[in-house]
Structure formats: C-alpha cells, structure tokens
C-alpha cells in the first residue's frame, strides 16, 4: 500500500506559465516533506523541502504548500522554464532516518 | 569532482548470476543508502548504514547484501539474480535524513 502517492504520471505545460504538481500522502503523522527533481540518466537532486508545522514554503520559483487536513502536497513553479522539464518526486520522512518516495511526475515544459 | 559514484552505470547479466554494484561518495556524509527504483517508478529504500552499521534493512530477499568497507563506501551484490531484480539501483548518502544526495543510478538487466 502506498504511502504516497503522485497521481499525474506526466503534465505539460507552456513555458512562462504556472507549474503546479500534486501529491497525497495516507499518514497524518509525518512530520517532514521534500520534493526531488530528477533529469534523465542521473539520480534525483533535493529542491525544497517543508515542515508539518508551516504551510507554506518559498524558494525563489519554487513554492511548497501544505494542506494537513487534506494530507496534501503541491508544488508550484512560476514562471515555467524548458530547464524544469524533469520528474519531479514528492517525498516523506518516516522515522529517523528514512524516506519515503511517490512514483513521480514527468513535467513537460513546452517553448 | 563527482559527489556520490556509482559502478557500473549499466549491467546486463543472466538469470542464476552474481553480481556487485559499488557506491562511493566523496562528500564525508555519515549515511549511505541503497533504494531500487521498478517498473512502476517508485523509488524505494532497501538498506541505510550509518558509519558502517546497518540501521535500515527493508524487506528486501537475502540474495541482496550490503557491504560498508568504511563510510565512504556501500557496495550491493545480489546473489542468483532473477528476473524481478530487474530495475535502476541508485545509491545515495546524506549528513541529515532530508537532503540525501544520489548517485546516477545503475540500471539492472536481467535475461
């Protein structure tokens, strides 16, 4: 069963524009979310992470928000650049040292 | 100056073989993870060391087993490989739970 989950295999959208990608989680106690990018033939790279105790994280175009009671996750990017095409994961930590991972988004961005 | 290696970057083998992934990481993390990544995409832990102890051991075949030598190194080898074992490996280390950092990824035939 999984713990997290990322809905949309793949999204495309016009360059310029607002990226928004989605994740579900099952387990309201998680404490601690990440979000991963990954390009083609190399290993995932850490984007932005948030804290249960905030909704709302901001990274330059990046932002994170959080909706606990929805168990909720989004990321949003804007304005969209063709360099963000990639796969993007969502991601929880469970316990001390451990995390666990959606099975992705393909984020198109389309000139 | 590569951050976390991984050899090889592609391996081709036959059912009933054994075979060695090396991992090696230049960035004096403390922690080194294993995760397999399947056909349906999701990335998924199956061992993490911490200064060469085992503190994570997912339920994962014994045919697999990690070898620490020292810290900067986690090494897998898999014992009569099947077909099922079939994937991308990627290693990855990290200092805290949350940043990990990831190898390229070694992908796994088995025929």
């Known amino acids: 069963d999984q713990q997290v989950k990322q809905n949309s295999p793949s999204l495309s959208v016009q360059e310029g524009r607002i990226s928004i990608l989605n994740c579900d989680y099952t387990?309201?106690?998680?404490?601690?979310f990440l979000w991963y990018k990954k390009y083609p033939a190399e290993g995932p790279t850490f984007l932005i992470s948030?804290?249960?105790?905030?909704d709302k994280n901001e990274d330059g175009r990046f932002t994170v928000f959080l909706n606990k009671s929805a168990k909720h996750l989004s990321l949003h990017i804007v304005p969209s650049q063709p360099g963000d095409s990639a796969v993007y994961f969502c991601?929880?930590?469970?316990?001390?040292?451990?995390?666990?991972f959606g099975q992705g988004t393909r984020l198109t961005i389309n000139p | 100056d590569t951050a976390v290696s991984q050899t090889p970057k592609y391996l081709v083998t036959q059912m009933g073989n054994d075979k060695s992934i090396k991992c090696e990481q230049n960035?004096?993390?403390?922690?080194m993870y294993w995760y397999k990544q399947d056909s349906k995409k999701f990335l998924k832990i199956m061992f993490s060391?911490?200064?060469?102890?085992?503190?994570i051991n997912e339920t994962v075949p014994n045919r697999f087993s990690p070898k620490s030598p020292d810290k900067a190194h986690l090494n897998l080898h898999i014992n009569s490989l099947e077909l099922g074992d079939s994937a991308v490996y990627f290693c990855a280390s990290s200092q805290s739970p949350d940043t990990q950092y990831f190898g390229p990824g070694t992908r796994l035939t088995v025929l």
């Open positions: 060391y911490n200064n060469k102890e085992l503190i």
């Open positions: 948030i804290s249960s105790i905030k």
């Open positions: 991601a929880v930590r469970q316990g001390a040292q451990k995390l666990v």
């Open positions: 387990n309201s106690m998680f404490d601690y």
């Open positions: 960035l004096g993390h403390d922690t």
